[in-house]
Structures are given as structure tokens and as C-alpha cells.
Nanobody
Framework: QVHLIESGGGLVQAGGSLRLSCAASGRTFSSGAMGWFRQVPGKERQFVAT????????FYADSVKGRFTISRGNAKDTVALRMNSLKSEDTAVYYC???????????????WGQGTQVTVSS
């Protein structure tokens, strides 16, 4: 079993920056993809970004491309999401996910964190 723990959420003004972190514990997870999704009440979980096991390939949602950067730690069991130029529409609960495929669909991932709230005030 892999446990994912997110940190770094909070309240920020529009135009500001935040950095989310996610660490995997339990069974070592270093050979799969890790990603970030977000969700607001009443809506489906939305893909944000994903990164392959070696950090060599990344994919982003169009809505965050150029503003967000996903990266992987040297030990490959951590992932970070640097969020710049934040907008009010980025407000959501952000979830870390881990799986075998760096896909855009939630079904690509087997493990999920508990989520961390990001609130952007306008």
C-alpha cells in the first residue's frame, strides 16, 4: 500500500504563488507516474499535471500551462507543483496521485492523497 501526503496549500492573493508537495510512504513508489488533480464542490476531479517516473516527461492541463510546473524529487517518491500567477479559478482542493501511467484521467492512478485546499482571493 502506498500512502500519499500532500502539504503546502493555503490562502494566497491572485497573482501570487504557492508550492504543493507530495510524499509517498509505505511501499516504495519510485517507478510510476505521479500527478496532480483538483476538484471543486459539485464538479468532477480535474487533471492538472503529471510527470513520468524519471521526470523526463510532463503533461499539463491547458488552463495551467505556462503557470504551473510539476517536478519530481531525486528519490522519485516525491512530487511538487509550483503554482505561479494564481487566479481565483485555481481555487480547489488539490490531490496528489500515483500510478503506472502518466495519464490525464483519474482512472490512470491507483493511489490518492487526502487533498490540500488552495484558495486564491481576488
Amino acid at each position: 500500500q502506498v500512502h500519499l501526503i500532500e502539504s503546502g496549500g493555503g490562502l494566497v492573493q491572485a497573482g501570487g504563488s504557492l508550492r504543493l508537495s507530495c510524499a509517498a510512504s509505505g511501499r516504495t513508489f519510485s517507478s510510476g507516474a505521479m500527478g496532480w488533480f483538483r476538484q471543486v464542490p459539485g464538479k468532477e476531479r480535474q487533471f492538472v499535471a503529471t510527470i513520468t517516473w524519471n521526470g523526463g516527461t510532463t503533461f499539463y492541463a491547458d488552463s495551467v500551462k505556462g503557470r504551473f510546473t510539476i517536478s519530481r524529487g531525486n528519490a522519485k517518491d516525491t512530487v511538487a507543483l509550483r503554482m505561479n500567477s494564481l487566479k481565483s479559478e485555481d481555487t480547489a482542493v488539490y490531490y496528489c496521485a500515483a500510478g503506472q501511467i502518466a495519464g490525464r484521467a483519474p482512472q490512470s492512478y491507483n493511489y490518492w492523497g487526502q487533498g490540500t485546499q488552495v484558495t486564491v482571493s481576488s
